[in-house]
Every structure is written in C-alpha cells, then in structure tokens.
C-alpha cells in the first residue's frame, strides 16, 4: 500500500487487529477507550472495523490511553532478517504539519523501545503531546537542521548531532531546512 508520495503504508488491517487486542487486554469498551484517547467512538470503531484511515496524533491518543507504546498499534509480524529499503516499511503522517514517522524496529517482548525513520519539512512544527509516563526519546539527525525538545527547551540541531529528552511531557520538532531527516529512538520504561 503506498501513501501517495512513493513511501508504504502499513495496511489497516495491523492497526485494526492491535487496536482490538490492546482494547481487550485493558478491559475497555469501545466507549471509554474512545472517551479516554479523546476521538469519537466512530472513529474508533472504522479503525477496529479496518476502514478507518488515522493519522499519527490518533494512533499516539490511542497508544497513550491504553498505555502501550505507540508501536504496538502498528508492529507487523517479524521475520528472522529484517530489511527496510529507504521509503519503505510502515509510514504514518501527522496531520497538522508535513511529519512522516517509519517504524524500522519495534521492541520485542520484554524490550521496551522503538526505532523510527523520521523526515520533516519547514512549514507547521509537529507538536507531539505526552507520550506514556516513563518515555525518553533519542533522536540522531540525518540531514538538514531540526529544532527540536520539550516546549520551551527546544534545541537546534545539525547532521550528526545527538539529543535525548522526556517524551512524557508535550514536545516539538520543527525542520529548519528541506529534507530534514533523523532517526529517533523511543524509550519505555
């Protein structure tokens, strides 16, 4: 499935059938998972249904409601070797800035971190609320330069440049250039 823009996306059905399984080990209905993640329960419901299409800040309400890293919503079975060609793997979109986040690695059972491709371009800052309580992310910038941190502490940074910082309080990343890519690595504890 592709986004439009020759990058894949992670078919539905992944995000349908880690919905349901997430929603049932918490106990919770489709209302009060709805009420809880902020999103109506129509939505909720076309999403477990597989005919849903959610943006990024859907899935991360969703993933911090039930308390799951958002990995878990949209990790494909594994095979033994893994290899994701450049745009390629499972792509999703912010909705409000032109943020496109790749999940090359979610953790295994046990492990509680995730991998992720980043790509940014100037223009809307992605605004990203708290993650689970516990979250770190690192990010290692590719190309471009990226403003980016918790609000209020942002820091600039440039290829090569590494920056760790709480994911459970509200943060940004804005690009500062075209092409703007990193590598961001999401720690649970």
Do not use: C
């Amino acid at each position: 499935m592709t986004d439009g823009s020759g990058g894949s996306r992670m078919p539905r059905e992944w995000v349908a059938a880690a919905l349901r399984r997430e929603r049932t080990r918490a106990g919770l209905s489709l209302s009060e998972l709805a009420k809880r993640a902020g999103i109506a329960k129509s939505t909720l419901s076309q999403l477990e249904a597989a005919t849903g299409n959610p943006g990024i800040e859907t899935l991360w309400a969703l993933a911090v409601a039930l308390g799951v890293p958002f990995s878990v919503l949209v990790e494909s079975p594994a095979p033994a070797v893994t290899v994701i060609r450049a745009g390629e793997g499972p792509t999703m979109h912010a909705e409000n800035s032109s943020y496109a986040g790749t999940l090359l690695s979610a953790g295994p059972t046990g492990v509680r971190r995730d991998i992720y491709h980043g790509a940014l371009e100037p223009g809307a800052p992605r605004e990203s609320d708290a993650h689970i309580p516990g979250s770190v992310e690192h990010l290692v910038i590719s190309t471009g330069r990226l403003l980016a941190g918790p609000r209020g502490e942002t820091v600039e940074l440039s290829p090569g440049d590494y920056m760790s910082y709480r994911g459970d309080v509200p943060h940004s990343y804005e690009a500062l250039e075209p092409n703007t890519t990193f590598v961001m690595i999401m720690q649970h504890v």
